[in-house]
């Protein structure tokens, strides 16, 4: 609509008309968030830029969490028969068909070391141990921060209470434990961990653990252990 004209004395008077008014108004509203956009983009940017700046100078590794010790507290195993812990051949063969239970407790020392100028925050951590192939049982360790260059112990207890194991398997732990007093376990565990630049946290790190262990029911005490650990470069 072209704008209203009106004459008095000879002049002619212009009146813009209303929509003119709202479309300038609405390009100003556009400009002014495309600005802000663009602000905040750059600032994200620089911030970003100052994040990966740092941690190039900081130079940061993966931490080393290992499994120092294991202690066997208390290891029982229970047949349905009086002499579940016979060390005759007949002993486990005789519940080759029946079922066996697993009451073990065995506190575990990791090592916990940050090789780095800068901190790392750790997540919780769950740890399981397993009998040729069953999981039997599971310990947690709570969530804690690491000092940069420094080494901290961390303990870990997995209990198992009665843990049942049908026909084969049942079989095969009395026969470990009673012939061979040689019981062979996995504790499978994932540790997940950041580094902390600058009070911003780098990706998650995940260090996997995976060790062997064999224990001596009778002795009730640890006689071989092998593991190994895996991670992923930040």
Do not use: W
């Not at 750790?122 to 399981?128: D, L």
């Not at 069953?134 to 209470?161: C, M, W």
């Not at 630049?197 to 006689?223: E, H, M, W, Y």
């Amino acid at each position: 609509m072209p704008p209203q004209t009106t004459q008095q004395n000879g002049h002619h008077s212009y009146y813009p008309t209303t929509s003119s008014s709202s479309s300038s108004s609405s390009a100003s509203l556009k400009g002014c968030c495309c600005c802000l956009f663009l602000l905040f983009s750059f600032i994200a940017l620089l911030i970003l830029a100052i994040v990966l700046i740092v941690i190039l100078a900081v130079k940061p590794k993966k931490p080393q969490f290992d499994l120092q010790q294991v202690g066997v507290q208390y290891v029982g195993i229970s047949a349905p028969n009086p002499t579940s812990l016979d060390t005759t051949a007949a002993a486990a063969n005789a519940i080759s068909t029946q079922t066996a239970s697993l009451s073990l407790t065995i506190h575990m020392l990791f090592t916990a070391v940050n090789p780095n100028k800068v901190g790392i925050k750790y997540g919780e951590s769950k740890f399981t141990v397993m009998y040729r192939g069953i999981p039997l049982g599971k310990a947690s360790v709570p969530g804690f921060y690491q000092e940069a260059h420094s080494v901290r112990n961390v303990e870990a207890t997995i209990a198992v209470d009665r843990a049942n194991l049908l026909q084969a398997d049942a079989a095969n732990l009395i026969r470990d434990a009673s012939l061979n007093d040689r019981v062979e376990l996995r504790v499978l565990g994932d540790v997940g961990a950041k580094i902390r630049v600058l009070n911003f946290d780098s990706p998650g790190v995940q260090v996997s653990v995976d060790c062997a262990i064999v224990i001596s029911p009778r002795k009730q005490s640890l006689t071989y252990k092998q593991c190994g650990f895996d991670g992923l470069s930040v």
